[in-house]
């Protein structure tokens, strides 16, 4: 164990770090430098719980398996189809408790990257020539704590640091341009996705729905084995049932339905491989209530049986559950 886990928390004690000396650790009153750069961490484990933290503007996923979190009193689930951004300030905690392992990454940002990168993105070559030294007071583009779908390049990029961590043979100039480069893909992959003006020319109203969509995927995501109804995700959403019936669907290609089908499916596929809980708890779990429709569906999108699909990819004896946090 080296000076910094002595220092910390139990939970930010476990994190292996990409560079020295750029740490934080609230619980334990541990403040990063003035001049930070960020840093990246990483934690391959069954069972993690962190207490309370502020946290830096911070990138969260899992390469591997699944990871709650609550941000200022919501709860985000991450899988490998997703990740969290979580802005400077603001209240975290999170929890593994898994049957297999589960790899998570966290890549903090230095206070400047966000608007350096945006001021490169946004701004001429002559703009920038002639003010070298020139950075936004606010950043324009607002990740508020909010999941984001994972995209090929930013989940390559994400392994790129993990890798780097895990050898141990990176430098800090490695880690830096790293942490540029993935706020470079977060940017764009955020403009793109509301890069669509509205009626009146202006993105603010695509931004918005896009926006009020995602609480409503974050909230499936978070309470998918809990019954959920068109009506209560409208609510989350701040929308009427039909509008968030078809802006779900512009933004996402199916239906909140299908959406939920398939989180409870992929979840279905988790237990199957990595426990040995009877089917019927399995369905319990991931919301299931009729057996038959269940195996019907699995059928349907995987070719086979659960049973059948068990057996061909169990890993794991280890009865356990993911619990909800809170």
Same mark, same amino acid.
């Given at each position: 164990?080296?000076?910094?886990?002595?220092?910390?928390?139990?939970?930010?004690?476990?994190?292996?770090?990409?560079?020295?000396?750029?740490?934080?650790?609230?619980?334990?009153?541990?403040?990063?430098?003035?001049?930070?750069?960020?840093?990246?961490?990483?934690?391959?484990?069954?069972?993690?719980?962190?207490?309370?933290?502020? @946290?830096?503007?911070?990138? %969260? +996923? #899992?390469?591997?398996?699944?990871?709650?979190?609550?941000?200022? $009193?919501? &709860?985000? /689930?991450?899988?490998?189809?997703?990740?969290?951004?979580?802005?400077?300030?603001?209240?975290?905690?999170?929890?593994?408790?898994?049957?297999?392992?589960?790899?998570?990454?966290?890549?903090?940002?230095?206070?400047?990257?966000?608007?350096?990168?945006?001021?490169?993105?946004?701004?001429?070559?002559?703009?920038?020539?002639?003010?070298?030294?020139?950075?936004?007071?606010?950043?324009?583009?607002?990740?508020?704590?909010?999941?984001?779908?994972? @995209?090929?390049?930013?989940? %390559? +990029? #994400?392994?790129?640091?993990?890798?780097?961590?895990?050898?141990? $043979?990176? &430098?800090? /100039?490695?880690?830096?341009?790293?942490?540029?480069?993935?706020?470079?893909?977060?940017?764009?992959?955020?403009?793109?996705?509301?890069?669509?003006?509205?009626?009146?020319?202006?993105?603010?109203?695509?931004?918005?729905?896009?926006?009020?969509?995602?609480?409503?995927?974050?909230?499936?995501?978070?309470?998918?084995?809990?019954?959920?109804?068109?009506?209560?995700?409208?609510?989350?959403?701040?929308?009427?049932?039909?509008?968030?019936?078809?802006?779900?669907?512009?933004?996402?290609?199916?239906?909140?339905?299908?959406?939920?089908?398939?989180?409870?499916?992929?979840?279905?596929?988790?237990?199957?491989?990595?426990?040995?809980?009877?089917?019927?708890?399995?369905?319990?779990?991931?919301?299931?209530?009729?057996?038959?429709?269940?195996?019907?569906?699995?059928?349907?999108?995987?070719?086979?049986?659960?049973?059948?699909?068990?057996?061909?990819?169990?890993?794991?004896?280890?009865?356990?559950?993911?619990?909800?946090?809170?």
């Amino acid at each position: 164990m080296d000076v910094w886990s002595n220092k910390v928390c139990n939970y930010c004690g476990t994190l292996r770090y990409a560079i020295d000396g750029d740490h934080q650790c609230t619980v334990k009153g541990v403040k990063h430098p003035v001049n930070s750069t960020g840093n990246s961490f990483y934690v391959e484990t069954k069972q993690l719980t962190s207490e309370p933290h502020l @946290s830096r503007l911070s990138f %969260r +996923s #899992v390469l591997k398996g699944y990871q709650r979190y609550r941000v200022d $009193d919501q &709860d985000f /689930l991450l899988s490998l189809k997703n990740y969290l951004v979580v802005p400077e300030g603001t209240k975290y905690l999170n929890e593994i408790e898994t049957p297999d392992e589960t790899e998570s990454i966290v890549v903090v940002f230095g206070k400047k990257v966000q608007r350096e990168v945006e001021l490169a993105l946004t701004k001429s070559d002559k703009f920038l020539l002639d003010n070298p030294s020139f950075i936004a007071n606010d950043a324009s583009v607002d990740f508020s704590h909010s999941t984001y779908e994972m @995209s090929e390049d930013v989940n %390559r +990029s #994400v392994r790129t640091i993990k890798h780097a961590i895990i050898s141990g $043979d990176k &430098d800090l /100039l490695f880690f830096q341009q790293a942490h540029y480069d993935l706020m470079e893909l977060m940017i764009k992959e955020h403009i793109g996705t509301l890069g669509c003006k509205d009626e009146n020319g202006m993105l603010s109203t695509k931004k918005e729905l896009y926006r009020r969509t995602r609480l409503a995927v974050d909230y499936i995501e978070a309470n998918f084995s809990d019954k959920i109804s068109i009506s209560h995700l409208s609510k989350v959403a701040s929308l009427s049932p039909f509008h968030f019936i078809r802006t779900f669907k512009e933004f996402y290609g199916i239906t909140p339905v299908e959406y939920l089908g398939k989180v409870r499916l992929n979840y279905a596929c988790y237990f199957l491989k990595n426990s040995d809980q009877p089917i019927s708890e399995i369905l319990s779990l991931i919301g299931f209530k009729n057996h038959s429709s269940f195996s019907r569906l699995f059928i349907s999108h995987f070719g086979c049986s659960p049973r059948d699909y068990r057996t061909l990819n169990n890993k794991s004896n280890i009865r356990t559950i993911i619990p909800f946090l809170g």
